[in-house]
């Protein structure tokens, strides 16, 4: 029986312009009012991650959000943030040393509970910050950061082949034992605090609201959405994803652009 659901944002709750179709919105409030909270997990920042849990209405069951890729989870019930994981400020400053250092190649994105620190502007950031919400400001060294930063998000400005990857993979976790690296797609990175992933926010919220994470629902797309699906016991994967992400789920939803999440619940609900 499903007694939890958690869903990704980008590619499975929103649509390919960036919007929350209303079956979407409907099956999110229908399971939500038999008792079933419906939690975005999303790797958006906090505050952002807040707005869209709103649209699907869990301000108004007094439910949670998820953001930063499991590195803060909010309580509509408390008001407040129940768990944060942020990055300590001495290790933070020394990554952010090394990576604008690195190569001249890469984005970088210092997430914070408000704002998007940038190492400079980018064209393209244009459009992805329409759908985020989120004030934008641009570094020029970690100093210039005024909050603590939950996650580092690095991009490829020009795609490298599979061998550069790998190595400065290798360099990351050399210099950074106690930071993790996830690949989210060819060209996205995100670092974070070690064990902090969408799936440990998955249980740790499990844990605090005594839910068996067997008896939860976990619909998403991308390489960041794994650890959900190998945490919960009903992992679903929308058709919209790679390839090589299909093979970790128990249930393949239509695509975002056909309301794959409001299948999926409808899916699942009608089974409990």
């Known amino acids: 029986m499903i007694k939890i659901i958690f869903t990704d944002v980008d590619g499975t709750l929103l649509d390919s312009w960036g919007n929350v179709s209303q ?5 999110c409030m229908k399971a939500q009012q038999e008792n079933i909270p419906v939690v975005v997990n999303t790797g958006r920042y906090g505050t952002n991650a807040l707005k869209v849990a709103k649209i699907i209405k869990a301000d108004q069951h007094h439910g949670y959000s998820i953001g930063n890729d499991g590195a803060e989870i909010w309580s509509f019930k408390d008001n407040k943030w129940i768990y944060l994981s942020q990055l300590n400020h001495e290790v933070a400053s020394k990554l952010a040393e090394w990576l604008l250092n690195y190569h001249p190649d890469l984005l970088l994105n210092f997430g914070a509970l408000n704002h998007m620190y940038v190492n400079r502007l980018y064209s393209k950031w244009g459009k992805w910050l329409e759908h985020l919400d989120i004030s934008i400001k641009q570094i020029t060294t970690f100093n210039d950061i005024e909050e603590n930063v939950s996650k580092v998000l690095v991009i490829l400005e020009q795609y490298w082949d599979s061998n550069k990857i790998k190595q400065f993979i290798t360099d990351f976790e050399t210099k950074f034992p106690d930071l993790t690296i ?54 679903v994967v929308m058709d919209n994803a790679h390839e090589a992400i299909k093979s970790y789920g128990e249930w393949i939803a239509p695509n975002n652009d056909n309301h794959g999440v409001c299948r999926a619940i409808e899916h699942y609900i009608s089974k409990s």
Not at 23 to 27: F, M
Not at 202 to 217: P, T
């Open 182 to 235: 996830v690949q989210y797609h060819t060209n996205v990175f995100s670092i974070g605090n070690k064990d902090i992933s969408k799936g440990t926010a998955i249980s740790w919220l499990c844990q605090h609201l005594k839910i068996d994470v067997q008896d939860a629902l976990a619909i998403g797309d991308s390489f960041n959405d794994l650890t959900m699906f190998e945490v919960v016991g009903h992992p």
């Open 23 to 27: 079956d979407n919105i409907n099956a």
